[in-house]
């Protein structure tokens, strides 16, 4: 009983870190090659105005749309790719904890016939909001 349980819970965990890996690594293989050409910094001075309201760098926006169109471990990759403070990252991890995964959210909300609208603007106006804040707060910790 021991014996198949351990044998189990190795076979779970391998294909868990697959599962991850396959979108992980893709992710930050994609934004270390972004490192490497002018689009980054393209993405980066675009939208460094919008991320400055959260004290983050233009290129953190990668990370919210990867973690909002997507999925938290492409944000994850990406996170990993672009160089951080850690009170960056909680502040991206706090913010994406309210609003990720968008579309298939979404999409199981419109079959539980509660108003799309409304529960994108809560989710995406909580991200918003508590982005402002605990971007400010770490500022101020810093």
């Known amino acids: 009983m021991l014996l198949e349980s351990i044998k189990l819970g190795i ?3 391998i294909e868990t870190t697959w599962m991850l890996a396959k979108v992980i690594i893709p992710v930050y293989i994609f934004i270390t090659f972004l490192q490497h050409t002018p689009v980054l910094n393209w993405i980066a001075y675009a939208f460094k105005p919008f991320m400055g309201l959260f004290h983050l760098p233009g290129e953190a926006a990668i990370v919210l749309v990867l973690g ?3 999925n ?3 944000a994850i990759g990406a996170i990993r790719a672009i160089e951080l ?4 990252i909680t502040t991206l991890g706090i913010m994406l904890s309210f609003s990720h995964s968008l579309f298939v959210e979404t999409a199981v909300v419109k ?3 509660v108003s799309v609208s409304k529960f994108i603007a809560l989710r995406i106006g909580l991200a918003v ?3 402002m804040i ?3 707060v770490g500022e101020l910790l810093c």
Do not use: E, F, I, S
Not at 85 to 88: K, V
């Open 11 to 13: 076979k779970k965990g």
């Open 68 to 70: 909002n169109t997507l």
């Open 72 to 74: 938290l471990y492409a």
């Open 85 to 88: 403070t850690p009170m960056q």
């Open 111 to 113: 079959k539980l016939d």
């Open 129 to 131: 909001v508590v982005g």
């Open 134 to 136: 605990v971007g400010q």
